[in-house]
């Protein structure tokens, strides 16, 4: 394929904030979730799937010096168009995303460390197919980070044609704690409940939580973002959940019900905002595979497939802790599968078939959001306009570092083709560090993405 066109580079100064002399990156809570035999995916011999964090913390020092992005001459602003043409155009540019996540402080921080990753993803999203950047706005500590440096690298990137995304975590969140503390869940002996990793959990049912959550999301459409991702859109899953008191929550209530309200609050108050802002969200990739269950989190594929435009499955090889096991599709004659965590050879473990594991998983869910099964063992859905565009992990675990799997370009490479072959609408590479494998990327320009035209 042709190489990517190179572009008149122009610079573009971006104001910094005020040096700190830590910054710290955390990791996102990543499902480590398992799938063994039955009709299509479902739990092995796990009594109860689990959850973890992974936290990973890099420190960034600050320097005085003010710091330049090259970008692209922008392309000249469209007008008069109405608001089906600016939706249409957002669907159509949205869905060939093809992205990389960032951090706030990567994002924004002017220290050499923060510069020289930022503009690495910078110089990739210029050499190689990636089109898009996932960039932390609020993460399970700290509360929203949406600053004018933020802003001006926002557009910036939208100016270059990328299409820009907002990560917004929503219930874990410990930034409110003290303001206002009647917000969280509660100990039945007092005082604030927490999970295992010393996590505080808003209440998913209350109303001044909703509008908070809204009004961040807001912030981030003025701040220019073109789509706005949620993650954590969810009840509490690990720690003594029964010594949990809600605030708000009625119990009695089905916790997706609560959920599927939530979902359609933020779809109608966000798209009542901006009718073309796309909105998009992390799911473990065992939700995606539950008919009527909710999990006990309040997550059910069809309240949210009804609500957002993508749903971002964190189908990570290195996480299949029970082991993948699949039963095989007759209808496109693909064989069952059967892939353990730990083997005694590692060659025979599920992280060392990221094609399998991304391509199999990718293919049910989207059989299920299509209206249909891939086996006649699970129930229908109704179909949802909701695509596929998966997150692809492009880190090693320690662990699997220790048994001699490491994930190089050739299995970034592998995650990528299984989600283009299963028919992902895009897909999106986390990597914790912010380092990306250069070389499992194709160089050509990305397909259906021009250089950006907006209101």
Not at 299 to 319: K, T
Not at 397 to 409: C, E, K, T, W
Request: no cysteine.
């Amino acid at each position: 394929m042709p190489r990517r066109t190179a572009r008149t580079p122009r610079s573009v100064t971006i104001p910094q904030p005020p040096p700190s002399p830590r910054a710290s990156a955390w990791l996102v809570e990543r499902l480590p979730f398992a799938i063994s035999a039955g009709a299509v995916l479902i739990l092995g011999s796990a009594a109860a799937w689990l959850i973890a964090d992974y936290q990973r913390a890099g420190e960034v020092v600050a320097r005085d010096t003010p710091r330049t992005l090259a970008a692209a001459v922008p392309t000249p602003i469209a007008s008069g168009k109405t608001v089906a043409e600016r939706v249409a155009q957002a669907k159509q540019r949205s869905e060939h995303a093809k992205g990389a996540y960032m951090t706030n402080i990567v994002a924004t921080d002017r220290g050499r460390a923060a510069r020289g990753l930022r503009e690495d993803i910078v110089a990739l999203l210029d050499r190689t197919e990636l089109n898009a950047v996932v960039i932390d706005i609020k993460e399970v500590t700290g509360g929203a980070q949406l600053s004018p440096a933020l802003g001006e690298l926002v557009r910036a990137l939208r100016e270059r044609g990328v299409w820009v995304i907002a990560r917004q975590v929503v219930f874990k969140d410990d930034s409110q704690e003290a303001a206002h503390p009647d917000w969280y869940l509660q100990k039945k002996a007092g005082g604030i409940w927490r999970d295992n990793r010393r996590g505080s959990w808003l209440d998913p049912a209350s109303s001044d939580v909703w509008t908070y959550q809204r009004d961040i999301a807001k912030q981030a459409i003025d701040l220019g973002f073109d789509e706005i991702q949620f993650d954590y859109i969810r009840f509490p899953s690990d720690g003594k959940i029964a010594d949990i008191i809600y605030p708000v929550y009625d119990e009695a209530r089905p916790r997706h019900a609560v959920l599927a309200e939530f979902f359609q609050y933020l779809n109608r108050e966000l798209r009542g905002y901006k009718p073309e802002i796309i909105l998009s969200a992390d799911l473990f990739g065992y939700v995606a595979l539950q008919q009527g269950a909710d999990l006990g989190i309040g997550q059910r594929l069809a309240d949210i497939g009804a609500n957002f435009d993508y749903i971002s499955l964190m189908v990570y090889p290195s996480h299949y802790y029970s082991g993948f096991q699949v039963a095989a599709d007759a209808e496109r004659g693909l064989p069952a599968l059967f892939y353990p965590y730990r083997a005694a050879d590692p060659a025979d473990t599920a992280v060392a078939h990221p094609y399998e594991v991304i391509h199999r998983s990718l293919l049910i869910a989207g059989d299920i959001l299509a209206g249909h099964a891939s086996s006649t063992a699970m129930e229908s859905t109704r179909p949802s306009s909701a695509k596929l565009r998966p997150w692809l992990q492009d880190f090693s675990l320690g662990v699997d570092s220790a048994r001699g799997i490491r994930y190089g370009p050739a299995e970034i490479e592998a995650q990528i083709r299984a989600a283009e072959d299963a028919g992902a609408s895009g897909w999106l590479l986390w990597s914790p560090d912010n380092v990306y494998s250069e070389a499992a990327l194709r160089p050509d320009p990305p397909a259906g993405m021009p250089a950006a035209a907006y209101e």
